[in-house]
Nanobody, 122 residues
């Protein structure tokens, strides 16, 4: 069993930055690929970034967001730079046992955090 707790969301002006953190419980954190999703009101939950054997980013965030993880701290991070109003969403971290390929399928993730709100004002 893995529990995920996100933090670091907030309100920021366009062009600003935030750093999201996702702390995981459990001793098997390193055996999971981690990812960040986001969901805006009325929209589907979409993959933002995946960190398995290599990092993967949605086209809309390439060059602006960076995923990283610290297995010693059981934590995965998402650095959000050059934020835009369209980045406004609830951001979720998730863990999947599928490490060899990135997956965008929500159903293939085993554990989810509760989400953290990111709001970017224009």
């Amino acid at each position: 069993q893995v529990q995920l707790v996100e933090s670091g969301g907030g309100l920021v002006q366009a062009g600003g930055s935030l750093r999201l953190s996702c702390a995981a419980s459990g001793r098997t954190f390193s055996s999971y690929a981690m990812a960040w999703f986001r969901q805006a009101p009325g929209k589907e939950r979409d993959l933002v970034s995946w960190s398995g054997l290599y990092p993967v980013y949605a086209d809309s965030v390439k060059g602006r967001f960076t995923i990283s993880r610290d297995n010693a701290k059981n934590t995965v991070y998402l650095q959000l730079n050059s934020l835009k109003p369209e980045d406004t969403a609830v951001y979720y971290c998730a863990a999947t046992h599928i490490r060899e390929r990135p997956t965008t399928r929500v159903g293939e993730y085993d554990y989810w955090g509760q989400g953290t709100q990111v709001t970017v004002s224009s």
